[in-house]
T-cell receptor
Framework: KNQVEQSPQSLIILEGKNCTLQ??????????LRWYKQDTGRGPVSLTIMTFSENTKSNGRYTATLDADTKQSSLHITASQLSDSASYICVVAYSGGGADGLTFGKGTHLIIQP | NAGVTQTPKFRILKIGQSMTLQCAQDMNHNYMYWYRQDPGMGLKLIYY???????DKGEVPNGYNVSRSTTEYFPLRLELAAPSQTSVYFC????????????FGPGTRLLVL
């Protein structure tokens, strides 16, 4: 069964600090891995998308890594800001699915404290 | 562009009532989706459409129906609402040849009592 596991479930850090969120998956055959940011009361917004051949991808202060061999990904946030408070969702797509074959993680709830 | 819009933002239903959740997109996207997000859980696909007149079931379609008469609109119908349908519903869309970029609406929060 395709699964996406995220850790930690929740995280509180001080403004300005860095943090790393983890994602492990058992989706096959793998197509791509996405990280979304979901603000409270809003829909998810795409941060990064990584294919099999990409190890690292950055979007401003967000850097995602992918290890396709161990089926792990991480999202690193540098110099956190209050606006980074949100849920971060890892989504893995498998190829061949008629509906894009997306498996969503439960998300990591991140709180940035001043 | 307004992107993906959803109405209403919040609704309370009694058990057995029915309602339609509205979704519209102004990006001329062929692909549209309906997801539900239960507290502490990942999004689950309810129904999707690859173009006007074409719809298909997702992972959790029971208790729902959809239609897609135009490219812009993709309404989700709940018949005989049940407490298990209490959730936040998200509509999303994407271009036909850009599988990786999905745009989500702001969501509809539904409470069935």
């Amino acid at each position: 069964k395709n699964q996406v596991e995220q850790s930690p479930q929740s995280l509180i850090i001080l403004e300005g600090k860095n943090c790393t969120l983890q994602c492990n998956y058992t989706v096959s055959p793998f197509s791509n891995l996405r990280w979304y940011k979901q603000d409270t009361g809003r829909g998810p917004v795409s941060l990064t998308i990584m294919t099999f051949s990409e190890n690292t991808k950055s979007n401003g202060r967000y850097t995602a890594t992918l290890d396709a061999d161990t089926k792990q990904s991480s999202l690193h946030i540098t110099a956190s800001q209050l606006s980074d408070s949100a849920s971060y969702i890892c989504v893995v797509a498998y190829s061949g699915g008629g509906a894009d074959g997306l498996t969503f993680g439960k998300g990591t709830h991140l709180i940035i404290q001043p | 562009n307004a992107g993906v819009t959803q109405t209403p933002k919040f609704r309370i239903l009694k058990i057995g009532q029915s309602m339609t959740l509205q979704c519209a997109q102004d990006m001329n996207h062929n692909y549209m989706y309906w997801y539900r997000q239960d507290p502490g859980m990942g999004l689950k696909l309810i129904y999707y459409s690859v173009g006007a007149g074409i719809t298909d079931k997702g992972e959790v379609p029971n208790g729902y129906n959809v239609s897609r008469s135009t490219t812009e609109y993709f309404p989700l119908r709940l018949e005989l609402a049940a407490p298990s349908q209490t959730s936040v519903y998200f509509c999303a869309s994407r271009e036909a040849f850009r599988q990786e970029t999905q745009y989500f609406g702001p969501g509809t929060r539904l409470l069935v009592l």
